[in-house]
């Protein structure tokens, strides 16, 4: 596994600007977690959408949380 500090920093700092731009919000978690919140709707207020145990997990969920709202996005264009 690669170690290298700027790698994990990239990382990092990706995962918080895509969590902004889907309006959602990161929170250190206990036992080290790292916890994605939503306080916008259709959620509500102040909550966990995932817990995650590192940053290149919580980066992937956000990269599939954004297609998945692509996808409902055109799905909804896309009905008469």
Do not use: C, F, H
Not at 16 to 34: T, V
């Amino acid at each position: 596994m690669n170690d290298n500090p700027w790698l994990i920093a990239g990382v990092i700092d990706r995962t918080r600007e895509m969590a902004k731009e889907l309006g959602l919000r990161i929170e250190p978690g206990s036992y080290n977690n790292i916890e994605i919140m939503a306080d916008n709707p259709p959620y509500g207020k102040n909550v966990m959408l995932a817990k995650l145990n590192d940053w290149a997990t919580a980066n992937l969920y956000l990269q599939g949380y954004r297609q998945g709202k692509l996808e409902m996005t055109a799905l909804a264009k896309g009905r008469p």
